[in-house]
């Protein structure tokens, strides 16, 4: 089944002058690509609902960084989301569709500082059997903690899923040319599919599960409009998981 892991900041277009908000862009461009489940980061809470609307999809939820006073936050964002950007608040969200349904969903909290950084978990059911999916945004710009949490998050994934297939990924910020030892780890612990060495986003599962190994889409698949306008400074990932 095709998945997508995408993280949804919208820096660069905001700071071109862009003043009004992007939900509904982001709703077609979701809605649009081919997709069973859906890995979102750095998404603003009160987008989930419309966008799991939008694409048909159920989904859940943990909430990350900058989410106190959201009320105050979200009615700046409203007015101003060039100036307030990822400023408004985060989560990490799982969205699936028919016919998968959810059974169980865990979240677990890996940082405090100096951004809450937390990995939601949850195992979906499906006509061809179950699938864990694991959704992590891990600390940036600091590779050494980024390393430690992805880690981590892989090992309690594992557990949680108990020996059912596994897909483990999200915006990781952690190069494969900067740590390659901790790609070469996740393999040893069944978890392959590594980026590209300059990329940031990640979908990993067992050699045996990932049919179609992750691959960035095109710039055009996150702009619209003319002149293009582009959504997100992260391409959406994209891969094929099979269950055996």
């Known amino acids: 089944m095709p998945v997508i892991s995408w993280n949804l900041f919208h820096g660069r277009d905001v700071a071109g002058g862009e003043r009004r908000e992007l939900l509904p862009e982001f709703g077609d461009v979701l809605a649009g690509l081919h997709w069973e489940i859906a890995l979102l980061q750095e998404c603003p809470p009160r987008f989930v609902r419309p ?17 106190w006073g959201a009320f105050l936050r979200t009615a700046a964002a409203r007015r101003r989301p060039d100036l307030m950007k990822s400023g408004e608040g985060g ?11 959810a059974v169980a969903v865990r979240r677990m909290t890996f940082a405090l500082l100096p951004e809450r950084r937390r990995m939601i978990w949850m195992r979906l059911d499906g ?10 945004h891990a600390t940036a710009h600091d590779p050494s903690r980024a390393a430690a949490e992805v880690e981590r998050a892989a090992r309690c994934s594992l557990d949680f899923s108990a020996g059912l ?9 952690l190069r494969v040319r900067e740590r390659a030892d901790v790609f070469d ?6 978890l392959t599919g590594r980026s590209a060495p ?9 050699p045996e599960h990932l049919a179609e190994p992750a691959r960035a889409l095109p710039a055009h698949a996150r702009e619209i409009g003319t002149p293009p306008l582009r959504l997100s400074d992260h391409a959406p990932l994209t891969c094929a998981v099979a269950l055996l």
Do not use: M, Q
């Not at 966008?51 to 989410?67: H, K």
């Open 165 to 173: 297939p596994l897909l483990f990924g999200g915006d990781l910020n």
């Open 198 to 206: 300059d990329r940031v986003d990640h979908l990993l599962a067992a």
């Open 127 to 136: 006509p061809e059997g179950a699938l864990c999916v694991a959704n992590l």
């Open 91 to 101: 989560c990490n969200a799982i969205l699936f569709r028919v016919p998968w349904r």
């Open 51 to 67: 966008l799991a609307e939008r694409c048909g999809a159920g989904g859940a939820t943990a909430l990350t960084s900058r989410n």
């Open 185 to 190: 780890g996740l393999e040893r612990g069944g």
